[in-house]
């Protein structure tokens, strides 16, 4: 089985300021990971994934993440927050090669102040 | 365009009216999921398809039903809503079948009200 941890359901941040949002999986076999945005009334549109190689992870509109297989971390970074970016943010995990099953983490909501 | 689109976007209804929701995606996608969405609990997968009449149920399918007799379509059905059926719900597809050739492509949502 796999499973996703968001730690924060709620985030804040200073325009300007980093943004950081932490995910930790579990998977009993080597996973694919991947960051979603819901923006308000849409759908989820995918930031960024790893599937297998380099495990720092560029994806759109400036955000990153790395991979780390011994913390079973997959953080998600941009170095300086945009009001564009207040959003509800996915993690979640598929079992890699012969997954076809998504799991989802609870998900963070980023407010950003000016 | 490509896209995924589901109808209606919303929609009122009381226990026991049969529904369906539709999804149609026109990037011939072999894989087809739908999913609901509840605060804090993220996103959970009710059913999923690998492919025309390829179904498998996901984490929370009691109440639902779903069919694949055409490649584009994908509807979800509920007999008999009840109450606890109240949520947001997403349908997605893919054109890889382990998720990584392509990411999922998101409908923008159906906010289903049972009272």
């Known amino acids: 089985a796999q499973s996703v941890t968001q730690l924060g359901s709620h985030v804040s941040v200073s325009e300007g300021a980093l943004v950081l949002l932490r995910c930790n999986y579990s998977?009993?076999?080597?996973?694919?990971l991947f960051w979603y945005v819901q923006y308000p009334n849409q759908g989820l549109q995918l930031l960024l994934k790893?599937?297998?190689?380099?495990?720092l992870v560029k994806g759109i509109n400036g955000f990153e993440a790395e991979f780390k297989k011994s913390e079973t971390s997959f953080h998600l970074t941009k170095p300086s927050a945009h009001m564009s970016d207040a959003a509800e943010y996915f993690c979640?995990?598929?079992?890699?090669?012969?997954?076809?099953?998504?799991?989802f983490g609870g998900g963070t909501r980023v407010l950003v102040k000016p | 365009e490509a896209q995924v689109t589901q109808n209606p976007r919303y929609l009122i209804t009381v226990t026991g009216k049969k529904l369906t929701v539709t999804c149609s995606q026109n990037?011939?996608?072999?894989?087809m999921s739908w999913y609901r969405q509840d605060p804090g609990l993220g996103l959970r997968q009710i059913y999923y398809?690998?492919?025309?009449?390829?179904?498998d149920k996901g984490d929370v399918p009691e109440g639902y039903k779903v069919s694949r007799k055409e490649k584009r379509n994908f509807p979800l059905i509920l007999e008999s809503p009840s109450p606890n059926q109240t949520s947001l719900y997403f349908c997605?597809?893919?054109?890889?079948?382990?998720?990584?050739?392509?990411?999922?492509?998101f409908g923008n949502g159906t906010r289903l009200t049972v009272t």
């Open positions: 997605a597809s893919s054109l890889g079948l382990d998720l990584a050739g392509g990411a999922l492509h």
């Open positions: 998977s009993s076999v080597p996973p694919y």
């Open positions: 790893y599937t297998t190689g380099a495990t």
């Open positions: 979640a995990v598929s079992r890699g090669a012969a997954g076809n099953k998504l799991t």
């Open positions: 990037m011939n996608h072999e894989y």
């Open positions: 398809s690998m492919n025309v009449e390829v179904t």
